[in-house]
């Protein structure tokens, strides 16, 4: 955007204040402004005082000598100026290649005509309007890293806050920043939370001050100006309402990210939210982001170490792993068989024409292999995974080795996995990525994500299972006789092929290739997937994982075949019945990134290629 765009973006924004706050001063407090008059384009109810709002600032950007493109909360996307007023979607309109150069606006404004309309209706003085302006981008979507201009006014005090991308804040005209504050015992918090979370209570709880006023874009410009030390929105703000006020805070100095302290760069739409957490330093932003994620980056002092061994990139993998952990100064233990695979290694006189393969076939990961240190005893670090006494697991392979690992651990340790086998669910990151990642755990920057897994009891014998378990025949193409009962009540009674119950983590394995929903992990569920039902109205169930769940054999002469994770088979017989419940002990994972699973899950199934028993090696 340059200096003439900037002026002209400036101008209209401090028109559409005044004629805004010009409109509405009659109605506000009134019987009148209330009223409910339509169901916005955002999805939410519309007052009338907000319809006079919207319409005023329309009415100026449609006048406007200059085309531009406006998101706003009631109306949603449009294309404005030169007399013209079209509705668009703005993501399809960024991507057309068929508009003149006269035809194409260079400013995009996202607007909440009043932010707070409780509180105008109401006459509270704590409502107001947001005014952001983004540079309209060639060859790609907008998105809040577009915005370079910042408008707001609070229509109740008659305060005005503005920022220009690199430039600074400015409120009622002088350069603000926000407080030095970074103990909670002192903290300011504003914000809004969300039912049953309870890591957020702990913030209220130790908060000097709690405010909740009811303006979301003011509440976040007094982070920047100092009235506030902090403010969080965990319902989701939209983007129309965070676009100005996000870079508000970060032109005058303090932080705003995601719940997991990730930059926000969100794309421009109406439909588009994000979880805000804003701190006027990054000291006491880390402490809440630390609390919100449940206090759980620990200091990793003793790192375990297990890996697939049918392939040698894996196992040379793990002993550049060892050498970078000692390197570190952290306490390393591996697996006994990998250590055993590494010293064979060590003694193969075809070693370094192993490394030249393994660089010429992964050169993105070649510079781990080029100073490889091999001297290390690693017979001396080994023991058994049931023996593991550490703070993190280091799993390289695909789900399958992972799943194997977690199994054998006695204790909750918290899984780092590191994708070396077919597609990877479950691990976090991709081998290129691993010393990257790991310096962020080092330092303390990752957060733990929490799996449930199921305990399953058959006569007396009890297993665990993190994906799924299947129920299926012990003789191929044999349908089976399946009564299935949830808390007591019987929900199905069905003949097929086998039946799954799953996880929340298990949806994108065998669960899903049967014809079962994908899951998201935060999910308290299990699923129950008849395999080939004979009964086409047999369906998928998704129950809570507060229910007991039991399946029982119906037919004589038939036995079943019940696989835990696609590690542990068991058989069961006429009548008897497989109970399943909710573990006591969880899975845990170490993640650097939130942008884990639904990412994740639309990159692997573009791929292809899904091993159907596990979704993995």
Known sequence: MDAKD????????????????????????????????????????????????????????KNAPVLSYIISEEIGELKLGKGTKRSINLTEELQRDDLDEEEKPKLIFLVDPIDGTSNAIKEIPAYGISIAVANVPEGRLATLDDVELGFISNFGNGNFFEAEKGKGCWLNNEKVHPSNVVKFSEM?????????????????????????????????????????????????????????????????????????GEKLNNPLSIYEKAIVVAANNKILHKQIIDILNDNQADIIGKVGIVSRVDQDKAILFSAKLVDYFLTNGIEVIIEKRLATKIEELKQNPKLHKIIEKIIKESPEISEAFKDLNLKINFKKIAKDINEFKCDMSVVLGGDGTLLRAQAKLKEETPLFGINMGTVGFLTDIEVNETFSALDKVIKGEYYKEKRSKLVVSHENHYYNAMNEVVIMTDKPAKMLHFEIQVDGETIEEVRADGVIISTPSGSTAYAMSAGGPIVDPKLGGFIIIPICPYKLGARPFIVSDNSEITVKLLKKGKKAVFVMDGQINEEASYLEEINFKKADKSVYFIRTSSKYFYERVKDKLSEGGLNKNNGCL
């Open 6 to 61: 900037k002026k002209i973006a400036t101008d209209l924004a401090y028109e559409m204040i005044k004629e805004v706050s010009r409109a509405i001063r009659p109605y506000a407090g009134t019987p009148e402004a209330g009223e409910k008059v339509k169901i916005g384009a955002d999805g939410t109810p519309t007052s009338y005082i907000d319809i006079i709002a919207e319409d005023t600032l329309v009415n100026i950007l």
């Open 188 to 260: 300011t918090l504003g914000g809004f939370t969300k039912s049953g979370t309870s890591t957020a209570s702990k913030l209220v709880d130790n908060a000097r001050r709690m405010r909740v006023l009811g303006s979301v874009v003011l509440e976040l410009s007094y982070v920047a100006s100092g009235r506030y030390d902090a403010f969080l929105d965990l319902r989701g703000s939209r983007i129309i309402d965070i676009a100005a006020s996000k870079l508000i805070v970060e032109e005058a100095g303090a932080i705003i990210t995601s719940k997991h």
